[in-house]
């Protein structure tokens, strides 16, 4: 889960065949607990691993909002059925949009659900084909057709939830893959899961190390990744000469200086 900027601020390393809903609650109080003192967390965004009830009383008991994409059952499938030509709103050129209100057996209050209705480009069924195949064929060919989000922010539109969704708490994708690609966490090199899980949480430290590293860079650095950083910082060509019994690293006036000014900074922060 992240934080801000991307700083990763708790990590649940599993075993490969654990559900993806397993604890999820409990890995959401145990990062509220990791951020800084007077910092909480008022907005959550999950897939459907996290559609589930105690995670939405949690949330509104916390004044936290939350967008998490909904899991379609019979009940959501009808409430769908159940909303009117007129009430769909055109969202795209491929994807039209509505809500209704709905509930889970366990919720201690209703919530919106905000459907997304997309236009596939294969042949149209019949109207009466509903009564030839089985529940669950056509269950499966409805689940390609419509997306629906759960959320308890009312004030917001249905497209400005959407577009709020989609967002993926601000690319967290791309911060996933810096984390795998650049500190090598798409390697284990154990198959002993504490010794992996000891390993990625060295991976995920020395991924929040960077970030911090970062903020003390000059403005046009700060936008690169660790590999562009490592070229630009790390790799610098010098000659080792040895003189007067002094082992000396040559490298250009340039680097001297950027090198130089990085240090001072690095001991300014160090000081507040």
């Known amino acids: 889960m992240g934080y801000n900027n ?54 509104e008991e916390k004044n936290i909002l939350f967008t998490v994409t909904a899991k379609k059952n019979t009940n959501v499938f009808e409430s769908i059925k159940s909303i009117k030509d007129e ?29 997304i209705k997309i236009k596939k480009d294969i042949t149209p069924t019949l109207p009466t084909l509903e009564e030839y195949i089985s ?20 004030d917001l539109t249905p497209s400005e939830i959407i577009k709020l969704h989609r967002q993926r708490g601000e690319t967290s994708e791309n911060k996933i893959k810096e984390l795998k690609n650049g500190f090598n966490m798409n390697y284990l090199p154990s198959s002993n899961l504490e010794a992996n899980a000891f390993y990625f949480h060295i991976g995920t430290v020395a991924y929040n190390l960077f970030l ?45 200086k950027l090198l130089q000014i990085i240090r001072q900074r690095a001991y300014e922060e160090s000081l507040e």
């Open 6 to 59: 991307g700083w990763v601020i708790d990590v649940d390393f599993r075993e490969g065949n654990e559900s993806p809903a397993s604890k999820n609650l409990e890995f959401i109080k145990q990062c509220t607990l990791q951020l800084p003192l007077g910092v909480k967390f008022d907005r959550f965004r999950a897939d459907s691993a996290s559609y589930q009830a105690d995670i939405f009383n949690y949330c």
């Open 87 to 115: 009430a769909w709103q055109t969202f795209s050129k491929k994807e039209k949009i509505a809500e209704f209100t709905h509930t889970m057996q366990d919720t201690d209050n209703a919530f919106r659900m905000i459907v």
């Open 135 to 154: 529940d669950e064929v056509m269950m499966q060919y409805q689940d390609e057709i419509y997306y629906c989000i759960a959320t308890n922010d009312n």
């Open 212 to 256: 911090l590293f970062k903020q003390i860079l000059d403005e046009n650095l700060q936008k690169h990744t660790v590999k562009t950083i490592r070229y630009k910082l790390y790799n610098i060509a010098g000659k080792v000469i040895s003189h007067a019994r002094e082992t000396i690293l040559k490298v250009n006036e340039k680097f001297v």
